[in-house]
């Protein structure tokens, strides 16, 4: 069975430029997540979804960062436009629910602003 | 401030060695987990912890879960290179929400043969 695609796997950029993320979670999972992992603050939940809406968007770093979920299969996350800073390793994350359930990551984006 | 700190940050050990890992928070969890994380790939959970004092194993790894909920810690039996990796905690319902995973600072192992 496939598990959690994320794509691309690596991307680099300018500062300045918009990127997106894409991820599609397991199928029949209800619940994604999208995290950001770095050296300095470790792996930060940025926003979650239920049934493709987003219930917790708090760890949103700045008004730079959107996420969407058009349909069960398919999340993006876009930054416009990008900064060094928001160089890290993005990860989207799916379970079949909420509380309690198992979360299932996948392998990751690289993003690397210059 | 990180809600869950990971002591020791950074591990070096040889084959057949065995460590312990903590994490350690002033917050109650509702349960608690431990994930692997290797290179290139994202975080693969190893346990799930719910009840105070509860000690679950998982072959040569035994982790435990402190009688507050509130600290945990893994330890290894017998190193092996493929234990090699980042050590994550994870907790929930630190603040009555249960949808959230509150990740560790990690603990960097790194196992010699």
């Known amino acids: 069975d496939a598990g959690v695609i994320q794509s691309p796997r690596h991307e680099v950029t300018e500062m300045g430029q918009e990127v997106t993320l894409r991820c599609k979670p397991i199928s029949g999972h209800n619940s994604l997540f999208w995290y950001r992992q770095t050296m300095m603050r470790g792996l930060e939940l940025l926003i979650y979804?239920?049934?493709?809406?987003?219930?917790?968007d708090s760890g949103m770093p700045e008004d730079r960062f959107s996420a969407k979920m058009p349909n069960a299969s398919f999340s993006t996350l876009k930054i416009q436009p990008s900064e060094p800073r928001d160089s890290a390793v993005y990860f989207c994350?799916?379970?079949?629910?909420?509380?309690?359930?198992?979360?299932?990551f996948g392998p990751g984006t690289r993003l690397t602003v210059l | 401030t990180q809600l869950l700190e990971q002591s020791p940050q950074f591990l070096s050990i040889q084959e057949g060695e065995n460590l312990t890992v903590y994490c350690n928070s002033s917050?109650?969890?509702?349960?608690l987990q431990w994930y692997r994380q290797e290179p290139g790939e994202g975080p693969v959970l190893l346990v799930t912890?719910?009840?105070?004092?509860e000690v679950k194993k998982l072959k040569r790894l035994t982790f435990q879960f402190g009688d507050a909920r509130k600290d945990s810690s893994l330890h290894i039996t017998a190193a092996q290179p493929g234990d090699t990796g980042l050590y994550l905690c994870a907790g929930r319902g630190p603040s009555g929400n249960t949808d959230k995973l509150i990740f560790g600072t990690g603990t960097r192992l790194q196992v010699f043969p």
């Open positions: 979804f239920n049934n493709n809406v987003p219930i917790d």
């Open positions: 912890v719910v009840t105070g004092g």
């Open positions: 917050s109650v969890f509702s349960s």
């Open positions: 994350a799916s379970s079949e629910g909420l509380a309690g359930h198992t979360q299932y």
